[in-house]
């Protein structure tokens, strides 16, 4: 199949690559297996482990 970013504010990459600028569509790009699809911004948790505050 293929992905095409339509002027998203945070990005669609795939394998890393992101399809195009903020202000621009970027051309349909082909999805093949294997490859891995991101959108927008990582988010990540931080979590700790020990007692909790009382």
Do not use: A, M, W, Y
Request: hydrophobic letters at 25%; proline letters at 4%.
């Amino acid at each position: 199949f293929f992905l095409q970013d339509t002027k998203s504010s945070n990005g669609t990459f795939i394998n890393s690559q992101r399809l195009s600028r903020g202000s621009e569509e970027s051309l349909p790009c082909e999805v093949l297996s294997g490859d891995i699809i991101q959108f927008g911004v990582d988010v990540t948790e931080n979590t700790r482990k020990g007692s909790r505050p009382d």
